[in-house]
């Protein structure tokens, strides 16, 4: 009994430390460029949908473009700023300074967006050389304390027989 409590407590610990050491190695390589993937897919994902989406609205208009040719004449003045030609038709030009303003801001503001960041805090955090260095150390001497404590017993010791020099 007292061997199988050595054995899970040595395996415990053992395996702490060296997953401790193997963290803080691949951290830096491994683990950030596949966080840095994860966030360039992602954001390829968006643009796809939002193409998609663009796409389908042109599809839309060219179908009611060509089912309806007048369609075109009404969406030249909104579409390029262009006055409507009328010749006896005054047009009133509406002029709304604020919510000018406030569609510049919102635009401003959906294009600074920045991108989700989908790397873990805790990644964050080991990247930081002190910690990744502090969590190397914190492992090798847990694999080292391991060693010492919970390697071979006095009995096996004692029953090892050394060589007597000549």
Same mark, same amino acid.
């Given at each position: 009994?007292?061997?199988? #409590?050595? +054995? #899970? /407590?040595?395996? &415990?610990?053992?395996? %702490? ?60 003045? @909104? ?7 009328? $010749?006896? %038709? ?7 300074? $604020? @919510? ?6 919102? /635009? ?7 991108? #989700?960041?989908? %790397? ?14 502090? /969590? ?6 847990? &694999? ?5 404590? +919970?390697?071979? %017993?006095?009995?096996?010791? #004692? ?8």
């Amino acid at each position: 009994m007292a061997l199988t #409590v050595r +054995f #899970v /407590l040595f395996a &415990v610990f053992f395996l %702490t430390g060296t997953g401790a050491i193997v963290l803080s190695i691949l951290v830096e390589p491994e683990l950030k460029e596949y966080y840095q993937s994860r966030a360039a897919l992602a954001q390829i994902q968006r643009q796809n949908e939002k193409i998609l989406s663009l796409t389908e609205q042109y599809e839309t208009l060219t179908g009611r473009i060509e089912s309806e040719p007048n369609i075109l004449d009404r969406l030249i003045p @909104l579409t390029f700023g262009h006055k409507p030609r009328a $010749a006896d %038709t005054a047009f009133p030009q509406v002029q709304n300074n $604020a @919510l000018q303003a406030e569609t510049e801001t919102l /635009l401003e503001r959906i294009e600074n967006t920045a991108a #989700v960041e989908l %790397t873990p805090a805790w990644l964050t955090r080991i990247l930081e050389p002190k910690i990744r260095k502090g /969590l190397f150390l914190s492992g090798a001497g847990l &694999v080292l304390i391991t060693s010492i404590f +919970f390697g071979t %017993t006095k009995q096996q010791r #004692v029953g090892v027989s050394r060589p007597i020099a000549s």
